[in-house]
């Protein structure tokens, strides 16, 4: 919407919903998805995608160009800080300057879990370096609030696992996290469906990123509609306050004066 815009370090994009590019099965179905998607912000995984570091081979800025999408780069594939930063700094270069990036270090290759004790050494050091980093974190509300102290532009806690599709299996984490922080809170990782998308929005986060719920889907393109409509709806539905929770209904809905006999 575009008179509830997501603001991140300064500038202001009216959709929620950033999407990864990896996982496709060519460039034209990311662009025809991340199109359906509506996405402004697209991910990139700089170890992964050639984005002008591969000269003469095909690059995803060629269907995605930065003058339409902000290019946010991000550190999958790390394992470390040094690499991490190394990884962005490259991506600096490579992007003319771009400031914007994700930060994500990873602990655990089979579960993809963030390692914090890095996270926080990376992030600290890409600050001090002149870079928003969005950062890829654990849903746990004291490294969350490290992160903001540090300066990062937004924290990303996990749903649940990169690529599991399992939802949202911590909402008390996630809502301290989001009525602590001061700086934006996305969901990143974990989200399979349209429902996962809208919970996490209704929850009052300020946006969703996805990878693997919309290129794994059976329809990827059919699927980011839906992703899109469903981070739409869940806002809407944040704004506009649910009901109160009641064990039974105290008072019936229709008012009862008045009534024929």
């Known amino acids: 919407m575009s008179n509830d815009p997501l603001v991140i370090a300064g500038k202001s994009y009216s959709s929620r919903l950033l999407v990864g590019t990896g996982k496709y099965k060519d460039f034209d179905q990311t662009r025809i998805a991340i199109e359906a998607a509506g996405a402004e912000i697209v991910t990139v995984a700089i170890r992964r995608t050639n984005i002008g570091q591969e000269p003469g081979q095909p690059s995803l800025l060629e269907v995605l160009p930065p003058e339409r999408y902000t290019i946010l780069p991000n550190t999958a594939g790390c394992y470390t800080a040094e690499d991490a930063v190394r990884t962005l700094r490259l991506a600096r270069e490579l992007l003319d300057g771009h400031s914007l990036v994700k930060l994500e270090v990873l602990g655990d290759a089979r579960t993809l879990f963030p390692n914090m004790p890095e996270t926080l050494k990376a992030a600290q050091t890409l600050v001090s370096d002149g870079f928003d980093v969005m950062v890829y974190c654990s849903d746990d509300p ?8 540090i300066g990062c532009a937004a924290v990303m806690p996990l749903a649940s696992l990169i690529g599991s599709g399992m939802g949202i299996l911590n909402p008390w984490n996630l809502r301290l996290i989001i009525d602590q922080s001061r700086v934006p809170v996305l969901v990143d990782a974990g989200v399979g469906t349209a429902s996962d998308a809208a919970v996490a929005m209704e929850l009052g986060c300020h946006g969703v990123l996805m990878n693997t719920a919309i290129a794994a889907a059976r329809d990827p393109v059919l699927m980011a509609g839906a992703m899109r409509k469903a981070v739409e709806a869940g806002r809407e539905a944040f704004l506009a306050g649910r009901m109160p929770r009641k064990t039974y209904a ?12």
Request: aromatic share 0%; glycine share 16%; hydrophobic share 35%.
């Open 250 to 261: 105290a008072s019936p809905s229709s008012p009862t004066g008045g009534l024929i006999g």
């Open 142 to 149: 004291i490294q969350a609030r490290m992160l903001e102290d």
